[in-house]
């Protein structure tokens, strides 16, 4: 197609191949992008990738792990030469785990930063109030860790033409959670606990609810609670009394460290699962290790897996931030590699708008956490990762594909 080759050699296998094997499978996308504004063009010696993450407030280990990963990956681009010789400038600005914050920050890095593209906020509320700023003014926006279906596409079919992100969504995790509780636990009647203000929880929870009572299963209590509460007995004295073997409790780790204390402390035994929003280092301290055995997550990855690329990239951390990372710092670096393989396919000057066409065409791009293609809804298509805690440190325990 006559791309030009902007991305140098890289020092090691995996950037090479994380940035060359995007194939271009069309020339843009089918979405109405009629929107008002005509993008952003990179002008100057720089790239610029703007970022509106989470970095103070309540999710604030989300979004400063995705910050750290995006940050690792710029330095090795940069370090590497760059982009056509240009480097990438990062744009970080702090929504404060607030919606009406998150859109200031979208607005501020599309009309003041003039960025060609932005990783956006790491839940799913958050991304979905900036998806009107990235479509308006045609600045393609990522969310790492925007799970919930409707980041990318609207109750009325329609795609959000400027949205994308790097992981999978909430019907696929609820789907496998419930088919491991059913295949792997032998769980017949199930219990779920979810945040029903939060449109990532009600998601799992649906597609959850679905798949376990396909599966022949039976959801024996549903129980709820909102962000910031901190005494769920109640809830769990109903959830006990109805004998469950497996409670479902999709969430942030803010809250779910605090059931799963609880639920312990009530005397609740059988297994416990959720998904990615539990992957912080804060669950292990609210909950503790003990009473966190016994449980198990949907994630993107895992840092124990043994494919070379997750290795290669577990090391790269480990120099860099001295931990290991989890998922949330996999899908940041992810999310950059992304946005610089859809620059590094753009023919001609680099725009906003290129840069949207060609992650709309993105395929078989292989990353940490996995290889995908950007399906017509703007969703990559990627395997899930179960891991386990054993004395409040996770463990691999299967991976799983679409």
Not at 202 to 207: P, T
Not at 295 to 311: C, G, M, R, V
Request: include cysteine; proline fraction near 3%; charge should be negative.
């Amino acid at each position: 197609m006559g791309k030009h080759n902007k991305m140098k050699k890289y020092g090691s296998l995996f950037m090479a191949t994380a940035l060359l094997t995007g194939v271009l499978a069309g020339c843009g996308s089918d979405e109405d992008s009629s929107k008002s504004g005509s993008g952003n063009a990179v002008t100057g010696d720089t790239i610029k990738i703007g970022a509106n993450l989470e970095l103070s407030g309540g999710v604030a280990s989300y979004g400063s792990s995705i910050n750290d990963g995006a940050k690792l990956a710029i330095e090795e681009i940069n370090a590497a030469g760059g982009i056509d010789g240009k480097q990438i400038e990062y744009i970080p600005v702090d929504n404060k785990s607030e919606t009406a914050e998150a859109t200031s920050a979208a607005i501020r890095l599309a009309e003041q930063e003039k960025v060609v593209a932005m990783l956006a906020p790491a839940t799913s509320g958050n991304s979905v109030a900036t998806v009107q700023i990235a479509n308006q003014h045609k600045v393609p926006m990522v969310t790492g860790s925007g799970t919930a279906p409707n980041v990318t596409v609207n109750e009325d079919g329609s795609v959000n033409a400027y949205a994308f992100r790097t992981c999978f969504i909430d019907p696929f995790q609820g789907t496998v959670a419930a088919n491991f509780a059913t295949n792997e636990l032998s769980a017949k009647n199930v219990a779920i606990f979810a945040d029903n203000a939060s449109d990532y929880a009600k998601g799992l929870a649906a597609s959850f609810k679905e798949t376990i009572e396909a599966n022949g299963g039976t959801v024996v209590a549903e129980e709820a609670y909102v962000a910031k509460d901190v005494d769920f007995k109640s809830q769990l004295t109903n959830i006990k009394g109805k004998n469950p073997d497996f409670i479902f409790i999709p969430g942030y780790y803010e809250e779910v460290g605090l059931i799963v204390k609880q639920a312990r402390e009530a005397g609740i035994t059988v297994p416990l699962m959720g998904a990615d929003g539990w992957d912080s280092p804060t669950l292990v301290d609210l909950a503790g290790g003990d009473a966190l055995n016994n449980t198990f997550i949907t994630n993107h990855y895992s840092s124990e897996d043994p494919d070379a690329k997750i290795q290669d990239f577990v090391t790269a951390f480990k120099d860099e931030y001295g931990q290991a990372p989890n998922a949330f710092h996999a899908l940041g670096y992810d999310s950059i590699y992304f946005i610089v393989d859809a620059i590094n396919r753009v023919d001609g000057d680099i725009t906003s708008v290129a840069v949207q066409e060609q992650l709309a065409a993105t395929k078989d791009l292989g990353l940490v956490t996995g290889t995908f293609s950007v399906d017509e809804n703007h969703n990559p298509v990627k395997s899930a990762t179960v891991l386990e805690f054993v004395d409040g440190k996770q463990q691999f325990n299967s991976k799983v594909n679409p």
